[in-house]
């Protein structure tokens, strides 16, 4: 089983973990990482600036990934090292087998 790791839960981080995961189904583990535990759509910032939208409602838990199948991990990170393959964040070591910033 390789180890997957998706870092930024933006809407390009949460687009590649998708597709991963259909390509990949349980094969292989697929981690998306941020220093955040939401997601904000940031298209519908002028509809909550006049007051067309609530936050709640542009906004969505990272955490609702692990229903799909994708691990999700909030914490800040460092630093990318190729050799060997790991990511330094602020929580400690995370090693890869391919990992994707996004
Ligand atoms: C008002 C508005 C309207 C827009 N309209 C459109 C549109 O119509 N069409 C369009 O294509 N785009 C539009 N955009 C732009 C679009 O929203 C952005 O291009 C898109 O959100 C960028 O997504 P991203 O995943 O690349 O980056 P981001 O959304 O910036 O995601 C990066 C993620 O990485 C995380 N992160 C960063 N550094 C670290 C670290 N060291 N450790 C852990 N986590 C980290 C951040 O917390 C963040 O969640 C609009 C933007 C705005 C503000």
Same mark, same amino acid.
């Given at each position: 089983?390789?180890n997957f790791?998706?870092?930024?839960?933006g809407?390009?981080?949460?687009?590649i973990s998708?597709?991963?995961? &259909?390509?990949l189904?349980k094969e292989h583990?697929?981690?998306l990482?941020?220093?955040r535990?939401?997601?904000?759509?940031?298209?519908?910032? !002028?509809?909550?600036?006049?007051? &067309?939208?609530?936050?709640?409602a542009?906004?969505r &838990?990272l955490g609702?990934?692990e229903? &799909?199948?994708?691990?999700?991990l909030?914490?800040?990170?460092?630093?990318?090292?190729?050799s !060997?393959s790991?990511v330094?964040t602020?929580?400690g070591?995370?090693?890869?087998?391919?990992?994707g910033?996004?």
């Amino acid at each position: 089983m390789a180890n997957f790791l998706v870092l930024g839960g933006g809407t390009g981080g949460i687009v590649i973990s998708h597709i991963l995961q &259909k390509k990949l189904k349980k094969e292989h583990q697929i981690t998306l990482i941020d220093r955040r535990n939401e997601h904000i759509y940031y298209p519908s910032y !002028p509809l909550l600036m006049i007051g &067309k939208r609530e936050p709640a409602a542009i906004t969505r &838990k990272l955490g609702r990934l692990e229903k &799909k199948g994708i691990r999700f991990l909030q914490t800040d990170v460092q630093e990318i090292k190729t050799s !060997p393959s790991e990511v330094i964040t602020s929580t400690g070591k995370i090693p890869y087998d391919y990992q994707g910033s996004a």
